[in-house]
């Protein structure tokens, strides 16, 4: 990924730091009555960012001190990683009071890693509506659209005129910024009938009814337990700003916003790739996460490839008369048995993204299949042609001596590609679509899994071109 | 990545994909005004997904029976490929107003793309003012954020009431959807000042004075030189829902909304993952990819593996002499040198996407490094212990007789495992800050790379251990 910095907001976020530290330094303990009116004005974003770099006991007195609407703002941001302990230092009936001002995603996420006991003791002073809110967005699994959702959204009965809608937006106090749409139900059933824009609402009279404006499709739902990529795809697919999730009544429970997508495409991704470089994914950040989590994720994976690899070890034993006689195989084990690897990794990782993104389905196994053995085919011969060229030269030009049969172990090492590189492509390309297949995740398909699977069987490739090109010769 | 499909959606375009199916299958050719008037209630998206199914001849005829403003809003749409051909295929004067009428950054896409000698005839016969506004777009580099933005945006001049706002955004006349902010000049020098929110402008009654409403921060700004993963960053950072461009006089060009954003963080993911398993990124989903352009993305870096993974051949002949008479060390060559590999390719994986997502930075490297030094030696330490284990336990139960000296083979093996795991990891961690340093991109410090990186080295090391610990015995 480049990394052009911007370097305004850096000269911006550098200044606010150089402040807060130069308070911290050389003026002694920092007066957070003073900084909390220095960063009023300031972004919420970055009142987070220049709270961060306080001691959590002064970044609570600077929140403290902070206007109400901005201390929410602040805490209301999905990544700001110190909510937690400040809302705890916070004065019980302050922390009630922000709580139940916070947009009820927050304050679920809040909850749901807070420690007990200061978890149930908070919990139990909030008032019984807050209660039962959070309690129903904890109740739905992790990753799912009914964890993502919030309960804040603006809904509005079908009889109603644009104006009686206008008013109500008015009227309900808010503190979050946006309203993505207005959700109109059916009067008696609370069905969900439509999502009207706000953009589309203040182009009507006040007079108009609201249905008017509305538009003439049907508004794209998900259901509360759809996965959280799915729900990705869907707010992709239609360019929304949030989608409405219902349950079996097509009651409206929540609405799943886009920046929430966002964030979790985020994090997914980071797994994707902790996991496709053959590891456990973190769940903190690299420099955050503590030695032994850390050593625990990637001990299990490197323990289990090892154990894989082992049986490269049999399969040498296996081979170990022919390895005394002919020597000069064994110079090339790590050539052939990499090739086999790299092209393996390729396609691996090529098919793993094409599922991910819905460009191919499982049933298309057999389709890639048939892209990819021309494709390996090509790239063996173009690595056996490369490497029997490697061993002709060496041979010319003196550099070293492969023996009387030379020519014939120059065919051996360049059919083996031919066959690894072929087998490395198909089953590199395979392996996603057996692991979704039998239930699991195709990203486990890492690299250094496909790499472990293919060095046994290249080695049992490589040995058998040899016996059959070698015998009656060096074998 | 999980999987699980929206049945209600997979339904609805199921039972959409089978009308028209049906209509090209059984009952002849397809009726497109027909089509169009079933589909015209549809949303935009999935017309698009209805079109997509159909002869491009067919799909324009249905494109052009449909009325003008469904018809806009599925060209707007971000990831219809049919766009161009059909824009192509619609009559001259009727190109014109459908693409005037299209949203900037689409007409500007379209373009971007569109071959010659179409692209010039088309674009000649265009407005001048539409023509200018798509130059300036078409100016800015790919994977900028002037290449991302569009120019459809509100402004307001700052002595304006919120009443003369609300009527500005009622007459002028859209297509699109979404405002995503009012965006605040000063009236003389046109510089941005605020950004407002729709929301927080219908709180505010009629005659109060714009400004009122203006949240007290500055606007976030981007610069149209950024780049489009710096921008995606801000409006995390920010929960932003479009962020504004401005030149060097603040005077706003353009702005980038979130959803534009997504879809260029997915591409993004796809190349930094395709990089990662080894391979130049392709251009193009996997099933829609010519055989040999494919071929090209793949064997380059599969080429230039190879040529490095031969190093290992030369570090083997330079060992032959040595091999020949501890023919047992070749059996482990397979297993230590894939450790090293994949403990490389878990550190280097860790490191690119924690540089990506900002959580380090270039001078963090030796904090790496001090984590990655105890880490390694961690890891190393178990895989060797285990591959003691297995050659005492193959030696004792008399699977395999590894000679008289097996407790210093196993010796070997062990300590060569905890020198490369370590080795493996340090030089997996610090490839991507070197790359970096170099002013390439991280994310081509592939898997393979750093395995093949690690092979040689490794084999180097795995000998001189060999040397020390078995001279005089064996070696």
Redesign the interface.
Known sequence: ??????P??DRRLDAVRADARADTLQDGPVDPVALAAEL????P??IAAALDEQEPETAAAVLASLPHERRIEVLD???FDLSNDLIEALPGEEAVRVITAMSADRAADLFRWMEEPARSELFGRLPAETQNELNRLLSWPE?TAGSLMTTEFVTAPANWTIGDT?RH??AIERT????YAIYVLDPASHKLLKAV????L??GEPNQPLLSVA????P????P???R??V?R??????L?AVPVVDERENVLGIVT??D???A??E???E???K????EA?DE???EIG?LS??KK??G???V???G??F??SA??HF?GE??RA?VL??????I???G???G??A?????????????QLG?WW??AL?EL??GL??GA??GT??MV?ITAWQLIGL?DYGPYWMLVALTVGSALVAI?TFGSLIGSMLPFAL?RLGF???SA???FV??FI?VTG?VIYFSVALVILHGTLL
């Open positions: 990924m480049n990394e052009i910095r911007d305004a907001e009023a004005g300031e972004h974003a970055d941001l999905p990544d990753h206008l937006i008015r979050r910024e946006t309203i824009t706000l953009r589309r203040i182009t538009p003439s499709h049907d794209i739902t998900v259901d337990l759809m996965d990529e799915d990705a869907l707010i992709l697919k239609y360019d700003l886009v920046d997508v966002m964030d495409m985020i997914e991704a980071t994707d790739a902790q496709f470089g053959g590891m973190l950040p690299y420099m030695f850390m050593l990637r001990a994976w490197l323990c490839l090892f154990l690899e082992m490269t070890a040498m034993q170990e390895l005394e020597i064994t110079l090339f084990i790590p050539l048995m990499s090739s690897g790299n092209s990794s390729q691996t990782s090529l098919i793993i993204r094409a599922l991910a993104l819905h460009e191919i298309d389709r890639v892209r021309p494709s090509a790239l173009i690595l490369l490497g490697r070293h590189v979704r995740d195709p990203a890492s690299a250094p790499a472990t060095d080695l």
